[in-house]
């Protein structure tokens, strides 16, 4: 059973960066489809950014121009690099594979406020 693991959430400013990242154990990145999600307090969990295993990347309108979703093969781990965050970027962040089979981590608080 894959187990996910997020790590590198936190409390940022409007405008600030972070960056988030995804491990998995006894699974298998590279071959995977992988996506990151976010569920804000009150909502849905919804779709963040995808990366398939050939490297083509998709990404919400919400998030498109400040989120890159990339893979680091040194992990290896699957990352969210996340710039000019704003408040409606709070929420808990998670990550799956694009077809969400795999168990849900804890995921990782961010939270952007003032």
């Known amino acids: 059973q894959v187990q996910l693991v997020e790590s590198g959430g936190g409390s940022v400013q409007p405008g600030g960066s972070l960056r988030l990242s995804c491990a998995a154990s006894?699974?298998?990145?590279?071959?995977?489809?992988m996506a990151w999600y976010r569920q804000a307090p009150g909502k849905q969990r919804e779709l963040v950014a995808g990366?398939?295993?050939?490297?083509?990347?998709n990404y919400a309108n919400a998030v498109r121009g400040r989120f890159t979703i990339f893979r680091d093969n040194s992990g290896p781990t699957v990352d969210l690099q996340m710039n000019t965050l704003k408040p409606e970027d709070t929420a808990v962040y998670y990550c799956?594979?694009?077809?969400?089979?795999?168990?849900w981590g804890q995921g990782t608080q961010v939270t952007v406020s003032t």
């Open positions: 799956n594979t694009m077809y969400q089979n795999w168990s």
């Open positions: 990366v398939t295993s050939g490297g083509d990347t």
């Open positions: 006894g699974g298998i990145f590279r071959f995977v489809d």
